[in-house]
């Protein structure tokens, strides 16, 4: 059995921007702090956080953005989840729809709901906050 998740972010930001923050490997280690892969295209390889999670990109749009992600955390015989961004101009700057889809466990998509909040989007808009000008 599977377990989703579907959560949806407001980030200061225009949908452009926070595209490049999700597809810019230089741009993801200066927010999340930690190394990343991120090939922006089609069966490109993507990585995050030093390695801990990894897959292959899905789809790639201007609006939207897909890959495949697992962490070294979850066991060799584990499915791959799948992880997909929507944005869409918010009067605040951008909405993300995110859907995080196949986790192993109720366990492993409450720890990841509470992850997208305080390692991915609560950085990224730290990030933000912390270089736009003022």
Known sequence: ?????????????SPARVMELLTDAKLVRAWSGG???????????FEMFDGW?????????????????RTTDWADDEQESEVVYRLSKDKEGTKIN?????????????????GWEEYFFGPMEEYIWATTKK
Do not use: C
Request: glycine share 6%; proline share 5%; no cysteine.
């Open 35 to 45: 190394e990343a892969v991120i090939e922006k295209k089609e069966d490109g390889r």
């Open 53 to 69: 999670a990894y897959g292959k990109v899905l789809r790639v749009s201007p609006n939207e953005l897909a890959y495949t992600w």
């Open 1 to 13: 059995m599977a377990f989703d998740l579907s959560m949806e972010f407001i980030i200061p930001a």
């Open 98 to 114: 995110l859907e995080h889809k196949g986790l192993p466990s109720q366990e492993e998509a409450d720890s990841h709901k509470e």
